[in-house]
């Protein structure tokens, strides 16, 4: 399957969720191809710490951009049983190329903030990539979410009115066992001080999109 994490406003979390999802996929014995299609290159740099650190690294990080993303993935893709791209947080080339062969979207949205004003724009951007390629599905996440709920609850209900978005019944909370496990290059799953909230959380999400 190809999943692309993606979106049209950065800091919403989507490496975060690549990375993590990328480490459990490979955890259960399935071949990853994670590819990095930011300009900023945080998965790859991800990627590059682990190695440097000595971690086992058992998927292939590579970098690209633009149209190139469709046409190298098509000559890549029968060798990987799972590809995951980490897109910007833009309407850009890169994205659209990556939408255009992606089975599925999976978009991050941070509650209460300027994430839900691009409700709109995302809409239009899943129309358009929808009826070039028919097989895409968009889902969407709440990421760092509200510990409350109530901030979580109204967003959820926003992303509902949005034609071909399927908000999933998942949460990610804002915990810091996440940035200290990139800091560290791992998943959260891997870290030896646990976060069993963060790991019950990117659990479910994982469940959602791999088992599902």
Known sequence: MITVIGGIKGGGGKTTLATNLCVMRTGEGKRVLLVDADEQHTASDWASQREALGIETKWVTVKLSGKAIHSEIKKMMEHYDDIIIDVGGRDTTSQRSALGIANMCLIPFKPKSFDMWTLGAV??????????NTGLKAFTVINQ?????????????????????????????????????????????ELKKTDPKAIEEIKALYFHIYHT
């Open 145 to 189: 979410a509200d510990p409350r709920g109530s901030d979580n609850e109204d967003a959820i209900e926003m992303i509902k009115e949005i034609e071909d978005l399927v908000c999933l019944p998942v949460s990610i909370g804002y915990r810091k066992a996440f940035a200290n496990a990139a800091a560290e290059g791992l998943g959260v799953v």
């Open 123 to 132: 809409k239009t951007l899943m129309g358009e990539m929808m009826a070039v």
